[in-house]
């Protein structure tokens, strides 16, 4: 096996609509305490987001893609209120499973979970203060483009896309660190394979440069992890 070479051949376990309901389940609700410890958020939100918000001096309205169990909307809720933000918060996923997931978890306030994708909220008209995502761009494949224009059509604001950067560093100490947390998920397995279908930044920043490559920035705002950056379109 070779981490010098993206493998976006690989299929996640979760993503396989006949998988264990019960794994499956516990492996989004277990994501909380994971993307706690690993995604870097909570410097993204400090570094990036409360400091979009707070400079809007009104209330504002942020979307979560591919929002899976809802973990991220609810951190990110939480820091929101604690810093005396006025926020609304959506999140969407179209996968049935992963909405179930969502909509069963304590009450979010301010918060609502939609079955839809992108492409379904642009054609309604939608539009928020800042649109998100975490772990989503490495499963797209081919489709990384569409997405990322869709995202930038639904912002008025700041755009940010979070995701792992693919190193044998990153892959040897997650194999090590997810054990406590693995029984009774696809936590293992799913995250050594998102690790070798991630980008690098040079990846990353070569695949969304698209017609005009002024539009997106990718950062590196903790170890391990990336974060493309743009400003929305709408």
Known sequence: ???????????????????????????????GTVNRLVSGWGVVYRGRLRTHLAALGRPAHVLDIGSG???????????????????????????????EVAVARTPIPGATF???DAATLVAEGLTYDAVLSN????????????FAE?????????????????SRLAYGLYAVGITPFQRGTFLRTDGLRSIRRSYTRTELTAALKGDDPGVWSVERPVPFRLVAVARGRA
Request: aromatic letters at 2%.
């Open 1 to 31: 096996m070779s981490l010098a070479v993206r493998d976006d051949r690989l299929a996640e376990l979760m993503d396989d609509p006949a998988c264990d309901p019960d794994l499956l389940r516990a492996t989004l609700v277990r994501f």
């Open 69 to 99: 169990g809802g973990d991220l909307v609810a951190r990110l809720a939480a820091a929101a209120r604690r810093d005396g933000l006025d926020v609304t918060w959506t999140g969407i996923d179209p996968d049935l499973r992963a909405h």
């Open 114 to 116: 939609r079955r839809a």
């Open 135 to 146: 772990h989503v761009l490495h499963h797209l494949g081919d489709d990384l483009g569409h």
């Open 150 to 166: 869709e995202s930038l059509a639904l912002s008025r604001g700041i755009v940010l896309h979070s995701d792992i950067a693919r």
